[in-house]
């Protein structure tokens, strides 16, 4: 019954490797995000997807590319993985409300360790 | 730049006591501002809201106000519990079509038994 799950929760790999995070929520909901916490514990966005357009592209290196599928669905694909992609990666949902309501539901987090 | 900032990285509490959190943010554009707590290992996750045009909301032990003028909102948990203890992140949403959360960079809360 979890509402939003990632894929894996940890992952570790060599530099230059490509890797892919795979996130799905079950609310039925619109919208769907990646942010990246680093390690002064920010958590910024990164991309955001409302009906699977691409709705927020914040200053992110071009080897990151979201894909989603469809509604449920949002895929974090990373190209020649680099040390300072090193973080805790969320995905989170959201049902666009009116009143401008955005009440966010986040997954546990991916761990990547690039060595 | 910091447009969401939560200055107190840490924050003691007794059990019972009043825990107070506190957010200031900069931007006159956000509208809609929210709390997330968060445990070690886990996703953070929603605990309350207020909508700009509030000063005040009120759920169980929680408590969020917001003083616009001030451009500060602050979080009252009472009474406060152990399993209280988490990373409480304020959040704020601004007025683009995309209601993207700007985050701070959160606060520990330990509420000591």
């Known amino acids: 019954d979890t509402a939003v799950s990632q894929t894996p929760k940890y992952l570790v790999t060599q530099m230059g490797n490509d890797k892919s995070i795979k996130c799905e929520q079950n609310?039925?909901?619109?919208?769907m995000y990646w942010y990246k916490q680093d390690s002064k514990k920010f958590l910024k966005i990164m991309f955001s997807?409302?009906?699977?357009?691409?709705?927020i592209n914040e200053t992110v290196p071009n080897r990151f590319s979201p894909k989603s599928p469809d509604k449920a669905h949002l895929n974090l694909h990373i190209n020649s993985l680099e040390l300072g992609d090193s973080a805790v990666y969320f995905c989170?949902?959201?049902?666009?409300?009116?009143?401008?309501?955005?009440?966010?539901?986040f997954g546990p987090g991916t761990r990547l360790t690039v060595l | 730049d910091q447009q969401v900032k939560q200055n107190s990285p840490s924050l003691s509490v007794q059990e019972g006591r009043i825990s107070i959190l506190n957010c200031d943010y900069t931007?006159?554009?956000?509208?809609?501002f929210l709390w997330y707590k968060k445990y070690p290992a886990e996703g953070p996750t929603f605990l309350i809201s207020?909508?700009?045009?509030?000063d005040k909301n009120e759920d169980g032990r929680f408590t969020v106000f917001l003083n616009k003028s001030a451009k500060h909102l602050s979080l009252h948990i009472v009474p406060s519990q152990p399993g209280d203890s988490a990373v409480y992140f304020c959040?704020?949403?601004?007025?683009?079509?995309?209601?993207?959360?700007?985050f701070g960079s959160g606060t520990q809360l330990t509420v000591l038994p």
């Open positions: 959040a704020a949403a601004g007025t683009g079509s995309a209601r993207q959360l700007t």
């Open positions: 997807y409302n009906n699977k357009e691409l709705i």
């Open positions: 609310l039925g909901h619109d919208t």
């Open positions: 931007n006159s554009m956000f509208d809609y």
């Open positions: 207020i909508s700009s045009i509030k």
């Open positions: 989170a949902s959201s049902q666009r409300l009116s009143g401008g309501r955005n009440e966010q539901f």
